[in-house]
């Protein structure tokens, strides 16, 4: 059984227990409703069990037929040829026949960037481990692309022009012109360079692909995390409402974002909009965030609302007079954003550049193309909360980078040792400096990223 049909079943048994309490308190209505959520549950596992099964026994006749092996063959070759690639490249051995062979004959090869394609095995595992729980991509709208630049159109308001009344044997009217806007994007070049050791590259096959693997999601997911949180407030710049207490977070819903939205809205918010929204008690009380029956780590603003937690980091607080504004972002970011993604990723190899040879390591660099744009803008609020402070405000380390600039040293030998690594660990960064060295050696290694995210 996999992981999300185990999730499924806990969330059963949570809402049979939900349905014995309400019972035994005499909340027999409340009951009633729980028992139709637990057939809906109960409906969906058992949908979704046929197809695990039909996928196992599909599994089965190509192990009994020797397909599946076949498979699983030609899998580990390609991802014994990738690793004996890299090794080559830096002089740890040599790609055989058989090797060049099979990187030959995969599509993937070579693209646009040059350098060496990863196999798809391997995008599709790194894929999965970038979209974990703390993974803002799994929000908003991904649409795989196989160009470099492209548009779509969609259309405005569809959903609001009703038909005319029709009599019968007339002639039908003609339908108000639709409002149609084309979405442009041009996918840009992300990376940066994972330095590794030369006892790294002396392993096996399989522990280089699993310490890639990691890093490379890591990395893929802050910059995706970053992309979205900046194109948030790209959208919402100006137009952000203030909140003080529950009427102002009921209006947003209620009033401020359109009904169609306002189904399908969530909460995403930093640790600090997070503990706010934790903390406010209706008038009876009781707490307004409650967790979600059905999802027992999650929870729902006013039952409703799925609240989504990042970091501070990843969302900073704005520092203001008298204290700090916390982000609490509400809407459907699924209708808001797209990314458009074009599911590559190619590397280059080398030992000797920079200061690589003098540090006996080997740098990996990294690039995949992505683009983001906003779709809707009217599907998302900003909402802001001022919490005030003794210190002024002094105490949020409010760092908001922006996406498409390039900073120059001069900019970055102003920052502390500290602002640095957490500027460059924001931008999606591999700062493999620490606030602990040398503040020379930090702003040497945010140059040296930023240069290759550009793709220098």
């Keep these: 059984m996999n992981e999300e049909l185990k999730k499924m079943l806990d969330s059963i048994k949570a809402k049979k227990q939900e349905v014995r309490d309400l019972c035994k308190a005499g909340k027999i209505k409340d009951a009633a409703k729980a028992k139709d959520e637990l057939k809906e549950l109960q409906a969906q596992f058992d949908l979704l069990y046929d197809l695990e099964q039909d996928k196992l026994d599909d599994m089965q006749q190509k192990a009994a037929d020797g ?25 740890k051995g040599d790609l055989s026949a058989e090797d060049k062979e099979i990187l030959n004959s995969m599509n993937e090869g070579k693209d646009e960037d040059g350098g060496l394609t990863v196999p798809k095995d391997i995008r599709t595992a ?35 022009t009703p038909f005319d009344n029709v009599d019968e ?17 041009k996918v840009k070049k992300k990376g940066g360079i994972l330095k590794v050791t030369q ?24 910059t995706r995390n970053f992309m979205i949180i900046a194109k948030v407030r790209e959208i919402t710049k100006d137009a952000e409402v203030p909140v003080v207490g529950l009427d102002d977070l009921k209006k947003i819903f209620n009033i401020l974002l359109d009904p169609a939205i306002a189904l399908s809205a969530c909460v995403v918010t930093n640790q600090d909009g997070y503990n706010w929204l934790d903390t406010l008690k209706d008038k009876d009380g009781k707490y307004i965030m409650q967790p979600d029956p059905t999802k027992p780590m999650s929870t729902l603003l006013f039952g409703k609302y799925p609240v989504k937690k990042v970091g501070n980091k990843t969302m900073p607080s704005v520092a203001v007079s008298g204290g700090y504004k916390v982000p609490i972002v509400c809407g459907d970011l699924k209708e808001a954003i797209t990314i458009f993604d074009r599911e590559t990723l190619t590397i280059d190899i080398s030992s000797t550049a920079g200061k690589l040879w003098e540090t006996d390591q080997t740098g990996i660099k ?36 922006e996406e498409k600039k390039i900073y120059t040293q001069a900019e970055i030998e102003k920052l502390s040792r500290e602002k640095i690594v957490a500027l460059g660990t924001q931008l999606g960064y591999t700062m ?17 990223q930023q240069a290759a995210a550009q793709g220098e």
């Design 432 to 448: 493999t400096a620490t606030a602990a060295d040398e503040k020379a050696a930090v702003v040497a290694d945010f140059m040296q």
């Design 366 to 401: 990294v690039r995949e193309r992505l683009d983001i744009q906003s779709v809707d803008e009217e599907a998302i609020i900003m909402a802001e909360h001022l919490i005030e402070t003794s210190d002024g405000g002094a105490a949020v380390a409010s760092i908001e980078p």
């Design 126 to 160: 790194v894929k999965e481990l970038r979209r974990s729980e703390d993974a803002l991509e799994n929000l908003v709208n991904v649409e795989r692309v196989t160009t470099l630049s492209g548009s779509r159109v969609i259309e405005r308001y569809a959903d609001q």
């Design 67 to 91: 397909t599946a092996k076949k498979i699983v063959d030609q899998t580990k070759k390609i991802a014994g040829a990738f690793v004996n690639a890299i090794k080559a490249a830096v002089g």
């Design 199 to 222: 006892e790294l590259l002396s392993d096996t096959a399989e522990n280089i692909i699993g310490y890639l693997k990691k890093w490379i999601a890591k990395k893929a997911k802050a």
């Design 169 to 185: 044997a007339a002639e039908f009217p003609e339908v108000s012109t639709p409002q149609f806007e084309k979405i442009d994007y």
